[in-house]
Structures are given as C-alpha cells and as structure tokens.
T-cell receptor, first 115, second 113 residues
Framework: DTGVSQDPRHKITKRGQNVTFRCDPI?????LYWYRQTLGQGPEFLTY????????KSRLLSDRFSAERPKGSFSTLEIQRTEQGDSAMYLC?????????????FGEGSWLTVV | DQQVKQNSPSLSVQEGRISILNCDYT??????FLWYKKYPAEGPTFLIS?????DKNEDGRFTVFLNKSAKHLSLHIVPSQPGDSAVYFC????????????FGEGTQLTVNP
C-alpha cells in the first residue's frame, strides 16, 4: 500500500494523559498536513510541513499540540494533557509541491477518545 | 466565518438518477476547488477537482461545475449508484495558502436501490 499511513487508528486515553500519532506520507510527497475532524463538520486545518519545515500553524493548534517532521519523511502529532474537547479524528495528508493544482491525499485517520 | 458552505446536510436519490451536490464560497481568493468522498471511520478520498480558469471538469460519472461570478460549484454524479452513498465534502484553496484546504460541512448522499 503506497497511500498515507496513520498509526494508531484508534486511541482511548484518560484526560490529562499525553498521546502521540504518527503519519507516513506518500513516499515522493514533500508536503504533509494535519487536520482535525469532529462529528458533523468538515476537516479543519491544523498545520503543514514542506519537507522538514513547519510552515503554517492554525490558531486551533494550542500550546498543548506539537507536530514534528524531523527528516522530512514521517511526522508525529503530540497532544499533551489531553482534554475531552480533543476527542476527534486526526487526519494526516500529503501532497507533492508543483503537482497539478493543490490536491492533497488523506490517510485513514486516527480516532482519539478522551475519557 | 464559514468560507465554504454546503447548505444541504443530506440528499437522497434513486439509483440511476443524477445526484447534484452544491457548494458556495465567500473567499474570492480561492482558485482551486476539490470534492472528496468520505465513508464512516475512513479518511476523505479525493474525487475530482477544478481550477478557477475552467468552468467544468469531467471524470467518468463525476462532473464538477464552477460558477465564479456566483461563487458556486456543484458536483454531478450520473448515473448514481448505491456505492456512491457517503458524505461528500467540498474544499477550496488559494495559491498563497501552501495547499491548505478549507472544507465545507459535508453533504450525506444516500443512493437508494
């Protein structure tokens, strides 16, 4: 499978705990994105990387959230001191800068439930 | 401030008929538009896109129409099939945004056999 891969697919955690999600983009893609989706809403942009540089962060990304892409390949999204409002699907996506248009391809998502 | 809106939360059509999903936007800087399909518990799957220099793009059963003056786009699926039943999201981006997409709220399409 050469699509975007996310791990874990599901995570249940207690409030106050830290969680980390991993994303492996499509191998030749140099841009990587994180989105969050809650029930009944469309995906909301969190942040994106071009190679290893984090170029943009949404105001939705509070200080408890941190994303890294250390070698310009896989990425991690860490949420510290989780709150119940963090329960959502976290989507990773990737694209190739310079390809036709701005088409990005999503992974299967990581469901987070904070209890 | 919802820059991309899908005003119909749901749509139901008969198999074989046309499905028309609508999307409106407010940001005149948007220059690229996409439609994604999403099944429950899965990530969105890219369907079709259109650049602002065009007013129509077709791919098999799927056609996207763009009316820039009305800031409106639509997705036509014909003929509709039961496997098309999913949530459809409209998304838009602008050249300066680094490919960041702004999504609508989605429309649940149900195609009845």
């Amino acid at each position: 499978d050469t699509g975007v891969s996310q791990d874990p697919r599901h995570k249940i955690t207690k409030r106050g705990q830290n969680v980390t999600f991993r994303c492996d983009p499509i191998s030749e893609h140099n841009r990587l994105y994180w989105y969050r989706q809650t029930l009944g809403q469309g995906p909301e942009f969190l942040t994106y990387f071009q190679n290893e540089a984090q170029l943009e962060k949404s105001r939705l990304l509070s200080d408890r959230f941190s994303a890294e892409r250390p070698k310009g390949s896989f990425s991690t999204l860490e949420i510290q001191r989780t709150e119940q409002g963090d329960s959502a699907m976290y989507l990773c996506a990737s694209s190739l800068m310079g390809s036709s248009g701005n088409t990005i391809y999503f992974g299967e998502g990581s469901w987070l439930t904070v209890v | 401030d919802q820059q991309v809106k899908q005003n119909s939360p749901s749509l139901s059509v008969q198999e074989g008929r046309i499905s028309i999903l609508n999307c409106d936007y407010t940001n005149s800087m948007f220059d690229y538009f996409l439609w994604y399909k999403k099944y429950p518990a899965e990530g969105p799957t890219f369907l079709i896109s259109i650049s602002s220099i065009k007013d129509k793009n077709e791919d098999g059963r799927f056609t996207v129409f763009l009316n820039k003056s009305a800031k409106h786009l639509s997705l036509h699926i014909v003929p509709s099939q039961p496997g098309d039943s999913a949530v459809y999201f409209c998304a838009a981006s602008e050249k300066t945004s680094g490919s960041r997409l702004t999504f609508g709220e989605g429309t649940q399409l149900t195609v009845n056999p």
